[in-house]
């Protein structure tokens, strides 16, 4: 019996006497994970999220204050 299948753009035609079985890869290993370090790095990310905005924040205000005196002493 004949199959066809269409991936990446290519068509392949096979029967099944021209089927190679290919040797099966253990995928689900289990991995260890440090749930510790997980929430170290969620804790750092967030502190760095806050410092990030804060620095922004503060060079917006920084600017206007700047434009408002130069805009006050022209006038």
């Known amino acids: 019996m004949q199959k066809s299948y269409f991936h990446n ?22 991995r260890v994970v440090d749930i510790n370090r997980l929430l170290n790095r969620v804790r750092i990310e967030k502190k760095n999220k806050i410092k990030r905005e804060i620095i922004l924040y503060s060079s917006m205000i920084l600017a206007l204050g700047f434009f408002l005196n130069l805009v006050t002493t022209i006038n």
Not at 9 to 16: D, P, R, T, Y
Not at 22 to 29: E, N, V
């Open 9 to 30: 753009n290519k068509a392949i035609s096979e029967s099944k006497s021209q089927k190679i079985n290919i040797p099966l890869q253990y995928i689900d290993q289990k």
